[in-house]
Structures are given as C-alpha cells and as structure tokens.
C-alpha cells in the first residue's frame, strides 16, 4: 500500500478511502502526507457508489480511492460482484487511480473465488492490486502486486526503499500455496474462524446491553459492533484495560467522531471459557456506561 500510494500522489494529495477505514491506512495516509476523503460504506454492499461519483465530481483533486471490497477491516463487507465495475469505471472516467488491497478474500465462507476482485474489470491498467499473504502466516508479511500502469514507477520506489526481499520465506511459501495443503488449510481455517465469529456474536447479543447492534460477516475473523447511542467506545475501551480486555474503539477508523460509539471486535482465537468471560465482562462495562 506504501509503495502503490507513492507511486500515485505526492504529499497534499487527496485520497477517497472507505469509511470507517482501517486504523492502519490512514497511518499510512499521514505518514505520507496525503489527505484522506471518507467515502460512505455500508455492512452489507460496500462502498457507496453515489458518494464515490459526488466526491469525484466536486473534489477534482483526488489522485486514487484505496478500497477493499472482499471482507474489508473493520466492517467485514463484501461487495456484490455486480456493483463492483462500477468503481472502477467512475475512477478510469475521472482519472483516478483505484489501488485495491486483498488481505483476506480467501477467508469469505462460501465459494471465495466467486467474489472477484476489482482488478478484473480494469481494463486500461487503472487498478494497482496489492495481495497479502495473511491467511497462511501473518508473520511472513508477504504480499505482491500487479501494479497496471504504474510498474515501472512501483519497481523503481521498491529497489530504492528494500531492494530485494529475503528469498527463503517467499520459497518456503510458493511451495506451501502450490500444493494441496494450502487448500485444506483454508478450509480448515474459515471453518474455525466461521465458529469462533458466531459464537463471540452470539454472546455480543446475550451480554452487551438492549441497543446493541452488528452485522455477522460473510467470513473473516471481525465484529462491528454498533454500541447504543450515546455510548463512547473510547470509555469502554479505557474500562476494559485494567480487566485484561483490549478492544479497536471506533474513533481509531475516522478522522472525524462518526464512529465513536462503534467498537471492532476480532475473533482470532478458539471460544472458550475465557472469552465467554471477557465478552460477558466487556458487556457489563458497556451497560454501566450506557447507565451513565
């Protein structure tokens, strides 16, 4: 994602991203000196093409929109593949790059393969493709991507910023995806984590006070949880500390206080006792504040 925003805007550009966004992109944003346009997303389809086409029209400055349409941090949201030109065709007619990031396609429940990437609807190299290797080993931090029209200018800012990758890993991982253990790794994967999402929104429901709402994802490891209005997610995320309890207040996925009653939930490990125990703790601290 460094490297494709670099190689499309210069510091005090404008950037369209999702929103809520991920934490760690608009870190990124303002590390680079770049300026982040919050473009509406819905829990069940995505990205609002509406909001896209009025920020293009009004904000002629705009250089990329950075979206994530399968299973998207923190919303957890896949794009239907029917809405899914539409993006690229209003940014190719704006002349808009579209850099699309692809952390955890893999891990939607059924049939991921069906849910296409935009990258399939380019078709003048206007969409920069960036693939994470999360699903098989975090800790890897392998990735590639297919950089359209701007690869020349992606592998220059690459050798100038890394040079070469460390070539074991990349090795050890090709083989690994290349045989049919990387198959029935995934499956086994978004079975477990298909088991662990229910049963934490499952207890969300029984635990966190009347008002409380989310949407359960078609996959993936992550909970949005809407608070009841009025709650501050900074608050409960300050509670929550001392008892052991670490969650993403809401207002870490905006520039501005849209989601200060919103929390993300992750759901990594296997449910048990103790996170039966943590969610019912994290639910009692929520009503007390909503009492307050």
């Known amino acids: 994602m460094n490297l494709a925003l670099r190689a499309v805007a210069q510091p005090g550009d404008t950037i369209a991203v999702e929103s809520p966004a991920f934490f760690g992109l608009l870190q990124i944003l303002e ?11 819905s829990p069940t389809t995505g990205l609002s093409l509406e909001a896209l086409d009025i920020a293009l029209t009004t904000c002629p400055g705009v250089k990329a929109l950075v979206v994530v349409p399968n299973l998207r941090n923190p919303l957890g949201c896949v794009m239907p593949d029917a809405r899914k030109a539409e993006p690229v065709r209003l940014c190719a007619r704006h002349r808009v790059a579209v850099i ?28 920069i493709y960036c693939v994470s290797l999360k699903v098989l080993a975090p800790g890897m931090r392998l990735g590639w991507m297919s950089s359209g029209r701007w690869r020349a200018r992606v592998r220059l800012l690459k050798f100038a910023q890394t040079r070469h990758n460390e070539s074991l890993a990349q090795f050890v991982a090709a083989e690994f995806i290349g045989s049919g253990t990387y198959e029935r790794h995934l499956h086994r ?12 929104a499952d207890a969300v429901g029984r635990y ?11 996959g993936g490891l992550l909970l949005w949880v809407a608070l009841p209005d009025g709650a501050s997610s900074d608050a409960l995320f300050e509670a929550a500390l001392p008892h052991g309890i670490r969650i993403a207040p809401g207002s870490i996925f905006s520039n501005s206080a ?16 103790r996170m039966d125990a943590a969610l019912r703790q994290l639910g009692h601290l929520a009503a007390r504040l909503d009492a307050a």
């Not at 477990?192 to 229910?198: C, F, N, S, T, Y």
């Not at 966190?208 to 078609?218: A, H």
């Not at 849209?258 to 006792?273: K, N, T």
């Open 100 to 127: 699309e990031d692809e952390p955890y396609r893999e891990l939607i429940d059924d049939q991921p393969e069906r849910a296409r990437p935009l990258k399939a609807w380019d078709r003048d190299g206007g969409v």
């Open 189 to 200: 994967l978004r079975e477990k984590l298909r088991v662990q999402r229910e049963a934490s």
């Open 208 to 218: 966190f006070p009347s008002g409380t709402r989310l949407s359960l994802p078609p």
């Open 258 to 273: 849209r989601f200060r009653s919103y929390i993300r939930l992750s759901c990594p490990r296997p449910f048990d006792e």
């Open 31 to 41: 590390s680079l000196g770049l300026r982040a346009l919050e473009i509406p997303t």
